[in-house]
């Protein structure tokens, strides 16, 4: 019987250069009705170009392909364009990392969700909104009538993916490309897609390429594994033999740069506290036309921190954790409560270090900023302080010649702590940090931090909605929902006898029901 | 609905801004009507005695009111220096001037919005780059120069019309809209070249966003994308510039008809300076403002139908 995908010594180049860059090498993989495969790699690594290639989206005038892409004994490679349309959002439909940009924001929700029937059937339009409304249940979207007349900027991101999943499936596809589809999303509602694409895949018998760099996803979700690297697949085959016994160096790597949860001693009793915040409480005001409502984002909240202990911070996106930050920091002012410092020049790094880095200024004077504004130090001497600096955090003093479109995400994510290091802070407040960068590299940021504090003795408040990355770096934990601090306790507390409902929650949407001490 | 009442009610408060700033800033700046009226050798008792009849002798804040509770009722007072109501005077060029501004407007989409679209939909290939090395000409050509241009190549050369033959819209509708066309077509042209490469560059941003490929994923054709997708899009950032052109061109009507001997608005504006005759001044000012104004909001109510995101 003939194979539903079969790809073949696919190989992809780019020729918008003047030397052509072979991206994709050999690549190989065969797919059966149903069946959930997932592709595993680093940013680079050439699963998305493969993906895209198999979805026949590669545009056609700067990419030079070679190979067999055979779906259904149909070759994408070399078929006309119009046969190719009549696949596409028909048998073969995507889903991408970021909902909100996937979706046209001037286009509602139903008008897109019902754009495959459009093309691809001959359906009256009331017979179109029927199969849409029911689409946006299937996906498990509260009030479908309400979500089809809005505009993707009136929903959340999960509504959002969950949109994109209906749009992808309305026409009962035979394969469904997941690429990196939730990435952007917030760890519970991660686990939620995971769980509808499970769902659908079930139900439909769809057949499902999974892309991700995030190997506990995979391995909740798919059936079989190909790892790549620099365009080359290093490793295939079913996932648990992949997870037991990897064979490649850089798989083990790849498995290994899952934050693990290892058993460390909780012995930070009995010291000092460098930071009190008593009973704050801090509200916006939000205009919803003519009314005024008042949120309340953080409800009288105590915390500590104390000398020389690294504090995680965790919850859902929108809690309040950021503004409990903020409010730290002074970046906010508490409506009512009050924080003590021990120590002045608490310093904060941000999750985005593409984002937070002026893209004008060599890093040599994003780093110096604070010490120009702050103190009247020569410039010399600032300049002898970066460059300790950057090399305290693997850089070398070239790297302050440099802007910061020169560098990696990592890289910026060093210069940001190098600039945090500056006014040699005692606390610094780490929010999200690592949210935005490929597994691997997270695991070197968060050695850096590893070592940072017990070099300098530098005590971290680290904010982050990754339960495993927590783990691995935190002496003690606070599980903060909506504004209040539910649960707090040292790791194995948290870890091994959650006491509040919420607590559990996360630690199974994380995969950490069962953790082995 | 109440997005534009909201909108309208702000046009008015700004309307009613403009016309006191004015109003004061004519009555503080040097220069004495009366005297620039009666000449030098006027006796100081014939000048009182005129600035008493001009009333404006009376409190600053007095003549304002009287001047803007009869402004509103489309009353702007009495020319300085012809014994002719300033409306009178206003009325029978206002069509002109408005009718030049349109219609380089009507112009200026009409070259623009095709070319723009089309230049993009064929980027990178032979077409394209000519039509952007065209552009870039004429861009850079002022529009009085283009007026030259015109009137010595359609005018003079090939004889298409008639350079100074200005024709009164009463006497021949027809031979009135065939000459205002030329001088017209010398506004906008420099101003569709910016709407082109407006257009045309958010256009091939709008090609590199994730929604684009999303369309395509579904099995949309190129055309179906473009059209169905990236232009609705893409156009957001036109509406604004057009609202500006809009509003820049009465500027551009004013210096036009002076090249092309039209008898518009222009030609009072010029010689009331001239000769200080301050409350035509102030009603021609007082109508480019109007125009301005509603032309914002006019592209205020159209983002709003566009862009679902601009809030209320």
Redesign the interface.
Known sequence: MEKLLHVEDLNIEFHDHLIPETVVFDFDLDMECGEIVGLVGESGSGKSMSALAIAGLLSRHDMKKRGTIRFEGKDILDCPRSELRDLQGDEICMIFQEPLTSLNPVKKIGWQVEESLKIHTQMTPLERKERALKALADVELDDPERVYDSYPHELSGGMRQRVMIAAATIGNPKLLIADEPTTALDVTVQSQIVELLKKINKEKNTAILFISHDLSLVSQLCHRVLVMKNGYVVEAGDVKTIFESPKEEYTKKLISAIPKCEKVKDDTDDIENMVEVRDVCVSFTRKNGRKKETVDVLKHVSIDIREGEILGLVGESGCGKSTLAKTIIGLQKPDSGTITQKYPNTQMIFQDPYGSLNPARKVGLIMEEPIRNLTDMSPEDRRRLAEEMITKVGLGVEYLSRYPSELSGGQRQRVCIATALMLRPRLIIADEPVSALDVTIQAEVLKLMDKLHKDMGISFLFISHDLRVVHQMCDRILVMKSGVIVEQGYRSEIYEHPKHEYTKELLKSAGLTNISV | MKYVLKKVLSCIITLFIVSLLVFVAFSLIPGDPALSRLGTNATEAALASLRHQMGLDRPLAVRYFEWLASAIRGDFGKSYSYSMTVTSMIADKLPITLTLMLYSMVLMVIISVPLGVYASYKEGTAIDKVIQIINQITMAIPPFFSGILITLIFGMTLKMFTPGGFVSVKISPSRFFGFMFFPSLAIALPKSAMVLNLLYSSLNAEKK???V?????????SKTVFFG?ML??AS?PTITFLGMALADMIAGSIIIEQVFGIPGLGRILLTSIQNRDYPVVIAIIMLIACVVIVSNLLVDIIYKL????VK?
């Open positions: 966003k994730d929604y490929r999303t369309a395509y994923s579904r099995g949309n054709k997708h609705k899009n957001i566009v862009d679902p995101r209320d």
